[in-house]
């Protein structure tokens, strides 16, 4: 059954997806965390923050892959300092998830906030009243209130980093079976003789899997929705 | 040193608090019209609200010293809280719902979770979503929630303010047996027949200051106060106790401090204690005992105190004592003048009727 992909165009596949779930994942925590304090609370620096979380939105994609470059690279500001102690991003499939995590975070913040905003600070009231500590009713109160607007910034994230090209491209190269994601991988057959084929094929491939994350984030918000059936 | 005491200043635009009372066990009600600065009050208590100068101490525990930087946080006040509007989780079942402090307040002591749900008759619902329950049903759930985290105050901010009277009367027995569980409660409310039924002592504010307190008994007839007098169902609220029944008559003999009233049949046992509002507009005044009255209920006593006369309004306000109770009789100026009343006149007061509390 897999011999209507060639291998090259299997190991497309499935890195795109490794690198878009890696990067979803991985950018979660740090986006409530960024969410919270942009819906929340009232610092010095607030605008700047938000400034900088929405810069990947406004800059051409290459500019931040140049960046990431930059920062990220092995002789990077981070990225000498991150290899002393083991972690490589460039040129590895871990970089292009970084800069799926990074191209992703604006959509994922977006989401996150609104749905924190949205959040009836009452019942958070309530829950300290009841003796829950601020922890504990962020876990057990405004955590799954929010959860529909987790689902949605996830699917928003993944469904950009399974597109992400321009960044990708810029900071980890297009390695096939290191960095060749999907979009690299059609770009790759399209600058080929006889890629067509290839590349429509490819393209077919992305279209389900966006569709599918859209169907899947669409069950799971219903399913949220019923629970939270107000 | 048991008890709750409160001495705050706070301000909020152009809003400003000021307020200081004392409460020890039993029902207290805070009782004023919106905007006296009730809620903000107890939720100055309740922790939800940082005075900015003053005291909170519940017994004997500093909860708030602006002076000594102390607030303590309302998930360590253990003060439970049943708001307006409910509050449930809509992510959590009714069960969930009213476990959420459970295991939060620490110890074994207090009330089960049996007893809180047989109480307050929520056994049916325990495993309908919060999202489905009527306004009555929910509030009771929230009452049990308050509960079952083990409070050693419980905070109750107009309670049944959302509610329509049908589902007033179905919580206000629930409500009754609350207090005889014997956790102090902070009643905050605008209903006079509310605090009347349920609350020992009265905390009365306006604007943003405490304006009278004290047994309910006395502070209801006091006419000084503007916020008690200008509820619609300003009176006398009298504590009284069968005496025996006329079933006849279809009539229960009640003795006040007042003296004897009628009333219609009660099912209660005699020497039950219940209470009662005397309405000021249900009293009429006469200066001699009145002859061939269908007057069932007559009560000798004399002009205590005059109201204020206010432009415009045909009517004003006396206060009687009566035995070793005050009644309050809102009447026309004219009449007050044809009679030529003042402080002192011996006068017969009728009561027309009688509005039971509980």
Request: hydrophobic share 45%.
């Given at each position: 059954m897999t011999d209507w992909l060639t291998p090259d165009e299997w190991a497309a596949l499935r890195l795109s997806l490794l690198v878009a779930a890696t990067g979803t994942l991985a950018s979660l925590p740090p986006g409530i965390g960024i969410a919270y304090l942009l819906a929340r609370r009232r610092f010095w620096g607030k605008s700047m923050l938000d400034m900088v979380v929405h810069l990947p939105l406004v800059l051409p994609p290459v500019v931040t892959g140049y960046l990431l470059l930059l920062g990220f690279?092995?002789?990077?500001l981070f990225g000498a300092w991150l290899a002393e102690i083991g972690i490589v991003f460039s040129f590895r499939w871990t970089g292009a998830a970084l800069a799926c995590a990074v191209m992703g975070f604006p959509l994922l913040v977006r989401a996150l906030r609104l749905s924190i905003e949205a959040v009836d600070r009452r019942l958070e009231q309530a829950a300290a009243t009841l003796g829950a500590n601020p922890l504990q009713v962020f876990v057990r109160v405004t955590l799954p209130l929010i959860l529909p607007g987790v689902i949605a910034g996830m699917v928003l994230a993944f469904a950009k980093a399974m597109g992400e090209f321009g960044a990708t491209i810029t900071f980890v190269s297009n390695i096939p079976g290191e960095t060749q994601t999907l979009p690299s991988a059609i770009y790759t057959l399209t600058q080929i003789p006889g890629g067509e084929a290839g590349a429509m094929r490819l393209t077919l491939i992305s279209i389900i899997v966006s569709m599918a994350a859209l169907l899947m984030s669409e069950l799971l918000a219903r399913g949220v929705a019923r629970r939270l059936a107000a | 040193m048991r008890g709750l005491s409160v001495a705050v200043e706070h301000r909020q635009g152009a809003f400003r608090l000021e307020a200081a009372f004392e409460a020890e066990g039993g029902v207290t009600a805070l009782f004023g019209r919106s905007g006296s600065g009730k809620t903000t009050l107890i939720n100055v208590v309740g922790g939800l609200l940082r005075p900015e100068r003053g005291r909170v101490v519940l017994d004997g525990e500093m909860l708030v010293d602006t002076e000594a930087r102390r607030f303590v946080p309302p998930h360590r006040r253990r003060i439970g809280y049943v708001f307006q509007e409910s509050?449930?989780?809509?992510?959590?079942d009714v069960r969930a719902n009213l476990l959420f402090g459970r295991r939060l307040a620490r110890g074994t002591d207090g009330i089960s979770f049996d007893d809180v749900v047989d109480l307050l008759g929520i056994v049916p619902l325990l495993a309908r979503h919060a999202a489905g329950l009527s306004g009555g049903e929910r509030q009771r759930v929230a009452i049990g929630r308050a509960l079952l985290a083990r409070p050693r105050l419980l905070l109750m901010d107009?309670?049944?303010?959302?509610?329509d009277v049908a589902r007033k009367a179905e919580i206000l027995p629930f409500l009754e047996r609350l207090r005889d569980l014997g956790i102090p409660i902070l009643y905050v409310s605008h209903a006079l027949s509310e605090v009347g039924r349920l609350a020992d002592r009265i905390v009365v504010m306006e604007d943003g200051h405490v304006a009278a307190a004290g047994p309910v008994d006395e502070v209801s007839a006091r006419l000084d106060v503007a916020a008690l007098r200008s509820a619609r169902e300003a009176g006398a609220i009298l504590t009284a106790r069968v005496e025996a029944h006329d079933p006849g008559f279809a009539l229960t003999q009640v003795v006040t401090e007042a003296g004897p009233l009628y009333v219609p049949l009660l099912e209660r046992p005699v020497g039950a204690s219940l209470r009662i509002l005397v309405s000021a507009r249900d009293v009429t005044l006469s200066l001699y005992p009145p002859k061939g009255t269908s007057a069932l209920n007559v009560l000798a006593g004399h002009v205590a105190e005059m109201g204020a006369e206010v432009a415009g309004d045909p009517t004003m306000e006396v206060r009687l004592v009566c035995g070793g109770a005050s009644l309050v009789v809102r009447l026309t100026r004219r009449s007050l003048a044809e009679m030529d009343l003042h402080p002192g006149t011996s006068v017969y007061a009728a009561v027309k009727s009688v509005a039971l509390l509980d």
């Open positions: 690279g092995r002789r990077g | 509050r449930l989780f809509p992510h959590l107009e309670p049944l303010a959302a509610l």
